[in-house]
């Protein structure tokens, strides 16, 4: 028998919506049906870490290196270049998150009606169509305009990853597996760095430096958009690696952790009003939200602002690149460890906290620090700090949302909610603040600190 904590958290549905539910079922899952192979599941599980999680992690590494390269463009001299002044690089960031954070909800209904395994690999081709042609700018409003469109068809991506990955996962798979494919995000920031060193130095046409970053990367973005097509499909019941007696099982099993909300196949479901109602008065939508938003601020100041903090230090543009590596490499292994020890330890809240404290301290040096070798040392704790609450948000929010239409509202007014944090952390830093940064570093630590207090509250709700 459940107990109450765990009915308390999983029941999305009360005495109320026994009718309106009873509706939308068509084939009740029977008492046999409920007998698991284990055997099966494990194969079915290996399957879809093969076949589908690889497909994830390209599109959330190039998501990533496509909103942030702008911070490698700039200290390869693409503010001299375009005459940008005041804060003006500051509104070319902000202005993405504008259509991105519109977009979600609207997006996540999209994913299932126009077929994930075409609707997704659309908008990384766009995207990556856009950032190409980024490098060919040659004013702010050029550069708010392509901002403003690679937000737009960003927009669904998060959203759409996290419930795509819902279609082929159970609820205890999902923090793990969120892990994977976000540990791309700081491995973007390790992959940029390295190629706009390279990149920033080629000098072709009156093309020089900062637009072959845009050029080559969004180009690359276009191929793995188009080869996307290929190979993801749909849903479980599309998928050509699974033979029929897996195909059933993988459709049956996400109607069995619907925990009654639903009898239907997520092939078969409908888009009904009444599930988006469900989302919007789940109290997790917006605890989840206010957490995620506060995590968001220092990660996003901290992703695109990188490059020209450790430029600060006294450092040519081509070796600050470099060193914007090793920080973010740190912060790769670190979401993998902590995805995988949360998942472990069946604890979130813990991880998040203790991750808000690692940042602070990084801070802490960042501003504190007299030598140059402190305060770079300061910046692999805010990267490991900063990075790996995220998975655990992610987890969180659809583990505890279903069927599919209610988790794909709560995942998008989540992330809406959370990407309004762009707005202070594209502010963060700004120009004339350069090279030390203190003001943006002091403001990200009282972040930090409300940070902290979210994560210990979600620690005391244990889950």
Known sequence: MANASEDRKMSMVDKDDVAHIEK??????????????????????????VHILPWLFGIWLFSFIDRSNIGNANIAGLSTE???????????????YIPYIIADVPSNWLVKRFRAGVYLPTLITLWGLVCTFMGFTKSFAGLVVCRLLLGLFEGGILGGVIIYLAFFYRRGQMLLRSGLFYCAAPLSGAFGGLLASGLSQIKVDGYRRWPWIFFIEGAVTVVFGVTCYFFMPDTPATARFLSEEEKDWALKRMRLDAHGATQVDVDEEKF??????????????????????????PLYSFSLFLPSIVQGMGYHSTTAQLLTVPPNMAAF????????LSDRLKTRGAFIAAGTLVGLIGYILLVAASNNATRYAGTFLVAIGVFQGSPMVIGWTSNNLAPHYVRATGVGVVISIANCSAFIGTFIYLKKDAPHYTLGHNGVSEVGESEEGAGEEGWATGE
């Open 82 to 96: 375009l005459h940008l002044e005041g804060t003006q690089y500051n509104v070319a960031l902000l202005v993405f």
């Open 24 to 49: 939308a079922t068509i084939s009740p899952v029977s008492s046999h049906e409920l007998i698991e192979d284990p055997a099966l599941e494990a194969r079915l599980n290996r399957k879809f870490d």
């Open 272 to 297: 009904d009003w009444y599930w988006v109602k469900m989302a919007l008065t789940a109290p997790q939508t917006y605890f989840n939200g206010f957490i995620w938003f506060f995590l968001l601020i």
């Open 333 to 340: 292994i670190t979401v993998l460890a902590c995805a995988y």
